[in-house]
């Protein structure tokens, strides 16, 4: 699966931004979509995730009710709709996937960044 994230961008706090990954390569119906980010000097984390088939969503507590993951499947693309943005959700987004069956995500797009201005 080839995944090409884009939509980064700085944004003030308080703000909204959508991201996007579009997917080619593979049928998607078996895969969990995810996103990810890393802020500088810190570990990539969790955002959220889309299960293709089914669109079962999974956030990270510290986007809940802010972030809305969804899908557009005559797109093959996946959204990261964010909103309420927080300088601490600076960072660069990554997208991901990972067959349903697996933990690990074995594909990854490149990074698109977001700044978010106090």
């Known amino acids: 699966v080839q995944l090409q994230a884009s939509g980064g961008g700085l944004v003030q706090a308080g703000g909204s931004l959508r991201l996007s990954c579009s997917a080619a390569?593979?049928?998607?119906?078996?895969?969990?979509m995810g996103w990810f980010r890393q802020a500088p000097g810190k570990e990539r984390e969790f955002v959220a995730s889309i299960r293709w088939s089914g669109g079962r969503r999974v956030y990270a507590e510290s986007v809940k009710g802010r972030f809305t993951i969804t899908r557009e499947n005559a797109k093959n693309t996946v959204y990261l709709e964010m909103n309420s943005l927080k300088p601490e959700d600076t960072a660069d987004y990554y997208c991901?996937?990972?067959?349903?069956?697996?933990?690990?995500?074995?594909?990854w797009g490149q990074g698109t960044l977001v700044t978010v201005s106090s």
């Open positions: 390569g593979r049928t998607l119906s078996s895969y969990v």
């Open positions: 991901a996937a990972r067959m349903v069956l697996r933990e690990e995500y074995e594909f």
